[in-house]
């Protein structure tokens, strides 16, 4: 009797161990590329949306997220969505103008006053929508815009004009509008990869670079770069993708469970990247940076001709942005 027992049990704990193996087997592991710190918003955000992700797929599906550029930049990120390398990257909105050029307006300097804003833009905008409809013909989807805030300046000098900035290098992203409205300031452009800034900065390469305040803090640029010029010269929320190669292979019920962990992690990082600018910016005034805000009068007379070569390349897709971020502006005030 006993020994029936024992064997009934062992054959219960193999089938039960049988069973583990074929639902870990049975879960597919998503990749999640981007280029921020361990430390910043955005990875928190990929951490809170591969959670979502399990669990609204009880577990068929968990993402692998893979920070700081460990996989690709983000350029090449975007190619690997296209080839189904990765599945998931997020970047900024200009980043994804290499393949849809329209895009390229989003980065328009000064399009938006606050962050309230900016959600009802990218949230309400028909001329926006249009554009992102058009994503899933190149080789990706957008599932959700995700933020990370008013891109900003940190330079080894002071910044209190455009006139401080005649001649001086300054890295940004590959980006048609981001290198026109720089160089309208006086800028020389120089473009490379987010995890080669510290360094360049340090060994003098570039004398600062520009980005919003959770990535200037999370990647410690101003350590190297110790003025911290608030311009909010570019309003840059970071859409996340998916691979088009990828969401074709979801069940119906997948695709809805996946997108909605990316819009309830947008919820999320609105609140996370607003609430915690003031934060972060007394903390980096607490290590030695010195905090300005400049009067943006000149910046933004200094950027005019950035719109002048939009308008002459993008005619009236132009007006019809501008016509979205008039009408923003005057129902929040």
């Excluded at 959600?119 to 309400?124: Q, S």
């Excluded at 520009?210 to 803090?217: A, S």
């Excluded at 019920?253 to 607003?274: F, G, L, N, S």
């Amino acid at each position: 009797m006993k020994r029936s027992s024992f064997l009934i049990t062992g054959l219960t704990a193999i089938a039960l161990g049988l069973g583990a193996v074929s639902i870990a087997h049975a879960q597919t592991i998503l990749k999640f590329s981007h280029t921020d710190q361990p430390g910043g918003a955005r990875n928190a955000a990929a951490l809170l949306f591969a959670k979502a992700v399990e669990q609204n797929t009880q577990g068929r599906y968990k993402v692998q997220v893979y920070p700081a550029g460990q996989l690709a930049n983000d350029p090449k990120a975007i190619e690997q969505l296209q080839l189904g390398g990765i599945d998931f990257t997020v970047s900024s909105t200009g980043s994804y103008a290499t393949h849809l050029p329209t895009l390229n307006l989003t980065m328009l300097p000064y399009l938006v006053e606050n962050f309230e804003q900016g959600w009802k833009l990218y949230d309400g905008s028909k001329w926006l929508q249009t554009q992102f409809a058009k994503a899933p013909d190149k080789g990706f989807r957008f599932l959700a815009t995700w933020e990370a805030g008013f891109r900003d300046m940190t330079t080894k000098e002071p910044l209190a004009s455009p006139a401080d900035a005649k001649g001086k290098k300054l890295r940004t992203f590959p980006n048609e509008m981001m290198r026109w409205t720089l160089e309208s300031m006086g800028f020389n452009v120089q473009i490379m990869p987010l995890p080669e800034v510290y360094l360049a900065i340090q060994q003098g390469t570039v004398a600062g670079q520009e980005n919003p305040i959770d990535t200037i803090y999370a990647n410690k640029f101003y350590e190297v770069a110790p003025n911290v010029t608030l311009t909010r010269h570019v309003y840059s929320p970071i859409p996340l993708a998916i691979s088009e190669k990828t969401w074709q292979k979801l069940a119906p019920a997948d695709r809805e469970a996946i997108t909605r962990a990316a819009q309830e992690t947008a919820v999320w990082i609105r609140k996370e990247i607003k609430s915690g600018q003031d934060r972060q910016i007394a903390e980096m005034q607490s290590r030695g940076a010195k905090i300005a805000t400049p009067n943006l009068a000149p910046f933004r007379a200094s950027v005019q001709p950035a719109y002048v070569k939009a308008k002459e390349k993008y005619g009236a897709d132009v007006d019809a942005i501008l016509a979205d971020a008039d009408l923003v502006r005057k129902s929040t005030k």
